[in-house]
């Protein structure tokens, strides 16, 4: 992650820490305790500075919200605190998509699945892209893969690991193009980022957000992006479906879940309060730095969603032989 985009997080997620810390005028006050926002990534960074935003603007309607932060697996500890806390909406999750709809099938031991959760609503959204380095002869995708297809030696792509829905979508290209390409997985994307930007890593498949400043500022070339359009931030680069890749239209999403079983009258006020904390200027500006999309779903759009996102990804997993850790 480059420097001003590390200040970026930082700045934002010390203006958030100080709001959390004022009073909640009397006339919000509400008589139900605080509600635990759990959060599975470290402090300071886009996660936790998307979570913290969201419960800053959820405050309006009255609610006290404290985000804590579970680090570790994944998100998959986050999860399971959740699944620990009573069924009573004061302790929610926020989580991105894949938590519940890739690593069911990835991890045989994974205690949870879609039925142990009432989703409330999701809060932003971002794409990936598909990127070169600066000096790369490719400049576009069909570009890169004829010279893939020619040449075994930048036939390759890197990602921020193995099992990671950017894994995948390499393999996904890779079956879609009938280009061998073989993936090479880093201990994160800061290592692939800087491996990219040095010629060394032929194609780096990654979230969008960390690339748009390395692409503004010439040291990549974004080739192509999941979106299902082409993104304002990046004038002239084409989506992978307008390039003859329909199946790779997609993006991340962070949501809001509560424990399955919470009171129907909860959910609906909490997923009432979420929807109206979306649309709130300071949360719409704060996505807008972090380069996410801000925006909600109902419950039961949210739901049908996971289901169909759950079952592509079964099928993915399925199709690129990847084999479910024990």
Not at 314 to 324: E, I
Request: aromatic share 8%; glycine share 10%; hydrophobic share 45%.
């Amino acid at each position: 992650m480059d420097m001003q985009r590390r200040r970026l997080l930082g700045a934002a997620a010390a203006a958030f820490g100080a709001l959390a810390c004022t009073g909640l005028p009397a006339r919000l006050a509400r008589a139900s305790s605080p509600i635990r926002m759990l959060v599975g990534f470290a402090p300071g960074g886009a996660a936790d500075v998307a979570a913290r935003a969201l419960a800053e603007a959820v405050r309006a309607a009255g609610y006290t919200v404290i985000v804590e932060n579970k680090v570790g697996a994944g998100g998959r500890i986050a999860t399971d605190a959740l699944l620990a806390a009573a069924s009573d909406g004061n302790t929610l999750l926020f989580t991105p998509s894949t938590n519940l709809t890739l690593y069911p099938h990835l991890y045989k031991d994974l205690r949870y699945s879609l039925p142990d959760f009432s989703p409330l609503g999701t809060a932003c959204e971002f794409d990936f892209g598909f990127a070169v380095g600066a000096s790369s002869p490719a400049l576009t995708l069909p570009d890169f893969l004829a010279m893939a297809r020619s040449d075994t030696r930048v036939a390759a792509y890197g990602t921020p690991g193995t099992g990671t829905i950017m894994h995948f979508q390499g393999a996904m290209l890779a079956r879609a193009s009938g280009v061998h390409l073989t993936h090479i997985p880093y201990k994160g994307g800061s290592l692939a980022l800087t491996d990219t930007m040095g010629g060394v890593l032929p194609l780096l498949v990654t979230t969008l957000p960390n690339l748009i400043p390395m692409h503004k500022s010439g040291k990549i070339r974004i080739l192509a992006t999941t979106g299902r359009s082409a993104s304002p931030e990046l004038p002239g680069v084409p989506t992978l479906g307008s390039l003859g890749f329909p199946e790779l239209t997609m993006a991340e999403y962070f949501m809001v879940l509560a424990r399955a079983g919470t009171d129907a009258a909860r959910i609906a006020a909490l997923s009432r309060a979420l929807a109206d904390a979306t649309q709130a200027p300071a949360f719409r500006q704060t996505m807008r730095q972090l380069y996410f999309a801000p925006g909600t779903s109902a419950p039961m759009a949210l739901g049908d969603r996971l289901r169909q996102d759950d079952a592509f990804w079964a099928s993915q997993v399925k199709n690129s032989g990847y084999t479910p850790d024990t």
